[in-house]
């Protein structure tokens, strides 16, 4: 699992409220990205970052906002969670000694309701 | 805009049967296509990974296409087990892309029948 943990795991919130999500690495990767994964839609890329305070958007930006003040540490905030909001969320760092591809973490459910 | 197209979105075989996933891409100006496994409720794991130069790459069971000028890349499963019962998505990297952001395909459902 490239030592990505996400927490929360699962989380329920209610429309409007802020909800942050975090990805944690353990192994000092530069870059690191948030995909957000429906039904109908795949995986779809939110923000990435390729270093600390260095941060771009991605597909579907709008409504979110990250932050990384740590090597380690790739934070997700809906400012004003709403219900098309409610998804799968996913952390990926890019790594590979040989040839590189992306890592995944475990997830994050999040349900707006 | 790179679009990736899987089909079928859900494919069910017997075990033991031979298959094969399909992805499809409309530019072919990429930079690599990889294959990605995803079990229910978990993330995804890298399967095989194959350079714009390169024609295919082998795993085990898994043997995965590319031909950059009909835009298409194939993943055949050998010998299908139930174990192989899973979503597969198949991610471009677009050449120049130093960001190395990943398209992604809408993902194959496989079911393997014991």
């Known amino acids: 699992d490239a030592g990505i943990t996400q927490s929360p795991r699962h989380k329920v919130t ?3 409220t802020p909800v942050t999500l975090r990805c944690h690495q353990t192994e000092n990767h530069r870059y690191m ?10 995986l779809r890329l939110i923000h ?22 740590k090597t380690e540490d790739f934070l997700l905030t809906l400012e004003s969670a709403t219900s098309s909001q409610t998804s799968v969320y996913f952390c990926a ?21 | 805009k790179q679009e990736v197209t899987q089909i079928p979105a859900a494919l069910s075989v017997p075990e033991g049967e031979n ?13 690599n296509l990889q294959w990605f496994r995803q079990d ?5 794991t890298s399967l095989l990974l194959i350079q714009s130069s390169q ?30 019962s899973a979503t597969y998505l198949c991610a471009l990297l677009r050449s120049g892309a130093g960001s190395y952001q990943l398209t992604f395909g809408k993902g194959t459902k496989l079911s393997v029948i014991p």
């Open chain 1, 14 to 16: 209610e429309t409007g």
């Open chain 1, 33 to 42: 990205y948030w995909y957000r994964q429906d039904p109908g839609h795949g």
């Open chain 1, 48 to 69: 990435y970052s390729y270093g600390v305070k260095d941060t771009d958007k991605g597909e579907v930006s709008d409504g979110y906002s990250v932050s990384r003040s």
């Open chain 1, 93 to 113: 760092i890019r790594a590979g000694a040989i040839q590189e591809t992306q890592y995944f973490g475990p997830g994050t459910r999040l349900l707006v309701l």
């Open chain 2, 19 to 31: 298959l094969v996933l399909n992805c499809s891409f409309t530019d072919s100006a990429i930079y």
């Open chain 2, 40 to 44: 229910p409720g978990k993330g995804l």
């Open chain 2, 55 to 84: 024609r295919e790459q082998t795993s085990g069971r898994l043997n995965a296409s590319l031909d950059k000028s009909s835009g298409r890349s194939t993943l055949y499963i050998a010998a299908s087990q139930p174990g192989d």
